[in-house]
Every structure is written in structure tokens, then in C-alpha cells.
């Protein structure tokens, strides 16, 4: 039985040694050569005392960024990526509340890594790599690692304007990559073109699918969903046959009506997660794949990406909504309504909030009790011992098939382009622009905008280009109102419902 992700790896590095694990634009690299690299990466943390502790990986989108991620675990430590267009003053945020040991970056971002390390140390890539790493030492880290210890961090946005820290442990990762290789028939023979940022929870899972197979991961370059033709054709060259994206670059591509233009012959699977993916886009991959598998996947970073799925098995019209289905193995999904009641399962069209109870639950947000106990709570319907189910703010109902479909969210997050987005933490860092008085952020769902709404003496380009330094660029919103004044409530607040009028 698999313990620890480095157990992956050490089996594909045994069984395919020579073969690609991943490539990106600049090179491949091999499971063997993957094991190498990250052990001496873990080589490094060990040499330093470094346990059990959070380790930054600042680099490019990149093959890398994967030996990074297995140098911390083989190390017994835990990794947390950091983009790195991310703005400095979020980045900050980010290192206050995770005080990691040590960032790993390389020489092309040493300095932007050494403007936000303050006192942690920045150690660089290319250097590790001409280091050596002792087995026994790492054999001796490993065994005193348990399941339940933290693989990663990831960050996602905050309503307060500090960015959470989820937290997830080596198990919920294992217990998640056995569902996906067991439902979706993952092999050796599998090659993923891989979509999502390593700081998004997508890419867990061709990353741990291809360490666990034996597969192949092509790190897709970015540029590509602008260029349909480079992009088809750069998943044609690599014999691409299992996609998982974010709907939003599924819609992309049907959008530019390149996906009956390019076929790709060996594409067989295409899964999606992250948001809504509407059927008028899916409709038009359909056609073109009639044959392929099709599932829609769902889930938030806290549940280690993905606790319910729908295999589509029937035809859609464009304007119905599809399933999020059932619950994984493993997983439990309880929908409560207000009074903390499930809602029943035979009864089409109640609505309540989607609760997940099981391995896939996250630990929490790191250093952050207040938001943890807030999402993380007791199970209601468990009075007698302690069970925390994780509180996703997401309201579903049952349709009359007995399937889970979403509706909307409870608060102000949203998906804009794939990214989740806290509107709160955009209206966190507008508050701060010097001549702003109010400001109400909101999100046109038909149109994909996010919506500035604001009073004060500024104009509205001042606004946007004062923020830039606060959050990253899809967040910045992409309609601005300059307003005399601000619609209030009877509650004295600001008037959401009289602003969504004006969208
Ligand atoms: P993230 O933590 O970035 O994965 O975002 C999680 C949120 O994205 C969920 O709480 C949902 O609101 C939304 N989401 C994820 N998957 C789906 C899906 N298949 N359909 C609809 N919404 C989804």
C-alpha cells in the first residue's frame, strides 16, 4: 500500500526509469532524472536541519517546479508555489502567514525572490543541481514522515484581502490519485496535456496521476490558449490523450471555433473541474470528440480538488446545466439546508449548502484559526463524537435523477476565468487607494466582467493602476463605475441589489 507520494515516484523511477515524466517548453526530464534532481533538493533541506516546514518554490511554470515539490517531500517538509507574476505586496502576505524555511528559485528570479525573503534564505535551483544527495539520509527523513503530514499548501484568494493557506496532507493526495486511476482508467499509456497553474488544485491531479502511472505530462505553455492552431497542434505532435482543464479554457477553444477546425486524433478523455461548465461549449466538443470521455468534475482546493464527479452519459441541450453527479469513493457529501438538515436525496430541487466529510478534507487554512473554524466545523448531525466536515459555501440540489447539481455560491467568491476570487479581497485593496470613499466590487456572469463600483475624488484607470501592485491581473476588475453616490440598505450597507441593477 502506497504511504507517501515519494513512494509514486520511486516505483515509476524503478519501472520507467528512461521514460518522459514531464516536459515543458525548454526540456523533458525522466523519472529517473525526476528522483535525482528532488533528491537532491531534499539533500539541501536535510544538510539544513529543515523539517516538517513549509518551503517556497518560486520558478516559472516548469518540469522544475516538480522536482521541487517531491525535494520537499522527500525531505519531509511541504511546499506552497508562488507565481511568479504575482504582485510583491500579495506575495508578502503570503510569506507572513507561512514564515517558510526556504524559497527555491533560480537565477532569473533570485532578485524578485530576494526582495520578499526578508531573513529566509533563497537558495537557487541551478546551484542544488550541482550538489550530490545521500539515500540513507533521505530513507532516514522518510521514516519519520506519516501520512497525515502536510504535502502542500496552497493558496487561495481571502475575502479579508490575506490570501487562505490550504492546507492538505500526503494522504488526502493518495486517497485522491487511487479514485482518479481507478474511475478514469489511468495507466502508462496515458499523456496529459496539462492546463492548469501549479498553484491552482487542477494540476494535483495529472501531477500525482503521472508520478503514480508512470504516464507522460506535457506542460501545455501558456501562450498556446491564445493560439488555437499552436495549441491543437502542440497536442496532436505529443499524442496528447487525456486533458483536464478548467472549463473556462474548454469554452476558449470552442469560443474560437477550433475545436472541429483541429482534431486531435489521440485524444480520448477530456475532464474538466474549476466552474460551471456550460453545455452550448461542451455541445460543441461533443461533436468533434463523440467518442471520448467527457466528466465533470468538481470540488475546491479544500478537498483536495475533486469530492463529486458526473461521467456524462447523456445528451444535454445547450441551455441546461450539467450534474456535478456523486459523491467520490471515499467520500462523503452531505447537503444541509439552514437548520443544518440534510436535504432529502428523493425529493428533486431542495436546495442547501454541499458539505464534504472525509480523507479529502483539508487540515485548514494555515495559521489561520479564525477563517479554519469557520469552514471547518463539527458535523451537525454527529453529537456524539468529534467529526469535522469542511463547508464549501456552495448550494446544490438533487435533481430527479438522484444527481448533485450546483446552483450558485452562498458568498461573494466567484470563478472568473477559471481563478477563484474572493470580490472581497479586490474591494480590500481598492479601500486602500488614496481618494477612494466606497467601493462595491461585483461579477457579470453573462459577460465574464468583474465590476468596479466606487465613490471618491480619483478616476477610474487611477484606481485600477493603483492595485496592480495589490493583486494579480485577473483580478483587476475589467469594468469600472465612478459613482456621485453609493446606493445604501435599509441595513445601512451598501446596496448590492440596486448595483446589479446597473451591470
Ligand atoms: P477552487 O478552490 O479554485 O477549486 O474553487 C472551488 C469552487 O469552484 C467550488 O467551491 C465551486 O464554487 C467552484 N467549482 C468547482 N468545480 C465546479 C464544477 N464542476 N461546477 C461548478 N462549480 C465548480
Given at each position: 500500500?502506497?504511504?507517501?507520494?515519494?513512494?509514486?515516484?520511486?516505483?515509476?523511477?524503478?519501472?520507467?526509469?528512461?521514460?518522459?515524466?514531464?516536459?515543458?517548453?525548454?526540456?523533458?526530464?525522466?523519472?529517473?532524472?525526476?528522483q535525482?534532481?528532488?533528491?537532491?533538493?531534499?539533500?539541501?533541506?536535510?544538510?539544513?536541519s529543515?523539517?516538517?516546514?513549509?518551503?517556497?518554490?518560486?520558478?516559472?511554470?516548469?518540469?522544475?517546479?516538480?522536482?521541487?515539490?517531491m525535494?520537499?517531500?522527500?525531505?519531509?517538509?511541504?511546499?506552497?508555489?508562488?507565481?511568479?507574476?504575482?504582485?510583491?505586496?500579495?506575495?508578502?502576505?503570503?510569506?507572513?502567514?507561512?514564515?517558510?524555511?526556504l524559497?527555491?528559485?533560480?537565477?532569473?528570479?533570485?532578485?524578485?525572490?530576494?526582495a520578499?525573503?526578508?531573513?529566509?534564505?533563497?537558495?537557487?535551483?541551478?546551484?542544488?543541481?550541482?550538489?550530490?544527495?545521500?539515500d540513507?539520509?533521505?530513507?532516514?527523513?522518510?521514516?519519520?514522515?506519516?501520512?497525515?503530514?502536510?504535502?502542500?499548501?496552497?493558496?487561495?484568494?481571502?475575502?479579508t484581502?490575506?490570501?487562505?493557506?490550504v492546507?492538505?496532507?500526503?494522504?488526502a493526495?493518495?486517497?485522491?490519485?487511487?479514485?482518479?486511476?481507478?474511475?478514469?482508467?489511468?495507466?502508462?499509456?496515458?499523456?496529459?496535456?496539462?492546463?492548469?497553474?501549479?498553484?491552482?488544485?487542477n494540476?494535483?491531479?495529472?501531477?500525482?496521476q503521472?508520478?503514480?502511472?508512470?504516464?507522460?505530462?506535457?506542460?501545455?505553455?501558456?501562450?498556446?490558449?491564445?493560439?488555437?492552431?499552436?495549441?491543437?497542434?502542440?497536442?496532436?505532435?505529443?499524442?496528447?490523450?487525456?486533458?483536464?482543464?478548467?472549463?473556462?479554457?474548454?469554452?476558449?477553444?470552442?469560443?474560437?471555433?477550433?475545436?472541429?477546425?483541429?482534431?486531435?486524433?489521440?485524444?480520448?478523455?477530456?475532464?474538466?473541474?474549476?466552474?460551471?461548465?456550460?453545455?452550448?461549449?461542451?455541445?460543441?466538443?461533443?461533436?468533434?470528440?463523440?467518442?471520448?470521455?467527457?466528466?465533470?468534475?468538481?470540488?475546491?482546493?479544500?478537498?483536495?480538488?475533486?469530492?463529486?464527479?458526473y461521467?456524462?452519459?447523456?445528451?444535454?441541450?445547450?441551455?441546461?446545466?450539467?450534474?456535478?453527479?456523486?459523491?467520490?469513493?471515499?467520500?462523503?457529501?452531505?447537503?444541509?439546508?439552514?437548520?443544518?438538515?440534510?436535504?432529502?436525496?428523493?425529493?428533486?430541487?431542495?436546495?442547501?449548502?454541499?458539505?464534504?466529510?472525509g480523507?479529502?478534507?483539508?487540515?485548514?487554512?494555515?495559521?489561520?484559526?479564525?477563517?479554519t473554524?469557520?469552514?471547518?466545523?463539527?458535523?451537525?448531525?454527529?453529537?456524539?463524537?468529534?467529526?469535522?466536515?469542511?463547508?464549501?459555501?456552495?448550494?446544490?440540489?438533487?435533481?430527479?435523477h438522484?444527481?448533485?447539481?450546483?446552483?450558485?455560491?452562498?458568498?461573494?467568491?466567484?470563478k472568473?476565468m477559471?481563478?477563484?476570487?474572493?470580490?472581497?479581497?479586490?474591494?480590500?485593496?481598492?479601500?486602500?487607494?488614496?481618494?477612494?470613499?466606497?467601493?462595491c466590487?461585483?461579477?457579470?456572469?453573462?459577460?465574464?466582467?468583474?465590476?468596479?463600483?466606487?465613490?471618491?475624488?480619483?478616476?477610474?484607470?487611477?484606481?485600477?493602476?493603483?492595485?496592480?501592485?495589490?493583486?494579480?491581473?485577473?483580478?483587476?476588475?475589467?469594468?469600472?463605475?465612478?459613482?456621485?453616490?453609493?446606493?445604501?440598505?435599509?441595513?445601512?450597507?451598501?446596496?448590492?441589489?440596486?448595483?446589479?441593477?446597473?451591470?
Amino acid at each position: 500500500m502506497t504511504r507517501l507520494v515519494t513512494d509514486y515516484l520511486d516505483n515509476s523511477a524503478k519501472d520507467f526509469p528512461n521514460k518522459t515524466a514531464f516536459a515543458d517548453e525548454k526540456r523533458g526530464i525522466t523519472f529517473s532524472e525526476l528522483q535525482k534532481e528532488a533528491k537532491k533538493i531534499a539533500q539541501v533541506l536535510i544538510d539544513r536541519s529543515v523539517f516538517k516546514s513549509p518551503v517556497v518554490v518560486y520558478l516559472e511554470k516548469s518540469v522544475e517546479v516538480i522536482s521541487c515539490f517531491m525535494g520537499a517531500a522527500y525531505s519531509g517538509n511541504f511546499y506552497t508555489p508562488i507565481d511568479v507574476t504575482m504582485p510583491e505586496s500579495r506575495v508578502s502576505k503570503i510569506m507572513e502567514t507561512l514564515s517558510p524555511a526556504l524559497i527555491i528559485t533560480d537565477g532569473e528570479h533570485k532578485e524578485a525572490a530576494s526582495a520578499f525573503a526578508g531573513n529566509t534564505p533563497v537558495l537557487l535551483y541551478e546551484e542544488i543541481q550541482k550538489g550530490t544527495f545521500d539515500d540513507k539520509a533521505i530513507s532516514a527523513a522518510l521514516n519519520r514522515v506519516i501520512d497525515t503530514d502536510v504535502l502542500y499548501v496552497l493558496f487561495t484568494s481571502g475575502s479579508t484581502g490575506t490570501p487562505k493557506g490550504v492546507i492538505i496532507n500526503q494522504k488526502a493526495v493518495i486517497d485522491y490519485a487511487e479514485w482518479v486511476t481507478n474511475t478514469f482508467n489511468i495507466s502508462s499509456e496515458t499523456i496529459f496535456g496539462e492546463q492548469a497553474p501549479f498553484y491552482f488544485d487542477n494540476s494535483i491531479l495529472d501531477i500525482y496521476q503521472t508520478l503514480k502511472n508512470g504516464a507522460t505530462c506535457y506542460i501545455i505553455p501558456q501562450k498556446f490558449f491564445m493560439l488555437p492552431k499552436n495549441l491543437f497542434g502542440y497536442l496532436t505532435e505529443k499524442k496528447v490523450n487525456t486533458i483536464f482543464w478548467v472549463p473556462s479554457a474548454l469554452c476558449i477553444m470552442a469560443n474560437l471555433k477550433a475545436v472541429d477546425k483541429f482534431i486531435v486524433p489521440t485524444l480520448q478523455k477530456i475532464l474538466f473541474c474549476g466552474e460551471v461548465m456550460p453545455n452550448k461549449q461542451l455541445n460543441v466538443w461533443r461533436k468533434s470528440y463523440p467518442n471520448a470521455l467527457y466528466a465533470n468534475l468538481y470540488g475546491p482546493t479544500e478537498i483536495t480538488d475533486v469530492c463529486a464527479y458526473y461521467i456524462v452519459d447523456r445528451e444535454f441541450a445547450d441551455d441546461e446545466s450539467l450534474p456535478i453527479g456523486f459523491p467520490c469513493k471515499n467520500t462523503d457529501i452531505l447537503v444541509l439546508d439552514d437548520e443544518n438538515k440534510l436535504v432529502p436525496t428523493t425529493t428533486a430541487n431542495v436546495k442547501g449548502e454541499l458539505c464534504v466529510r472525509g480523507t479529502c478534507n483539508s487540515l485548514g487554512y494555515y495559521n489561520n484559526p479564525e477563517k479554519t473554524q469557520a469552514a471547518f466545523v463539527q458535523n451537525p448531525l454527529n453529537t456524539v463524537y468529534n467529526e469535522i466536515i469542511y463547508r464549501t459555501g456552495d448550494v446544490v440540489h438533487y435533481n430527479e435523477h438522484g444527481e448533485i447539481m450546483y446552483d450558485c455560491r452562498k458568498d461573494f467568491q466567484i470563478k472568473h476565468m477559471g481563478h477563484r476570487i474572493e470580490l472581497g479581497e479586490i474591494e480590500t485593496a481598492i479601500s486602500a487607494v488614496e481618494g477612494v470613499e466606497q467601493n462595491c466590487c461585483l461579477y457579470d456572469t453573462e459577460k465574464s466582467k468583474i465590476v468596479m463600483f466606487y465613490t471618491g475624488s480619483i478616476e477610474p484607470q487611477a484606481v485600477v493602476d493603483a492595485i496592480k501592485n495589490a493583486v494579480p491581473d485577473y483580478m483587476i476588475p475589467n469594468k469600472k463605475v465612478k459613482l456621485d453616490k453609493m446606493p445604501i440598505n435599509l441595513n445601512g450597507k451598501i446596496d448590492r441589489v440596486e448595483l446589479k441593477k446597473m451591470l
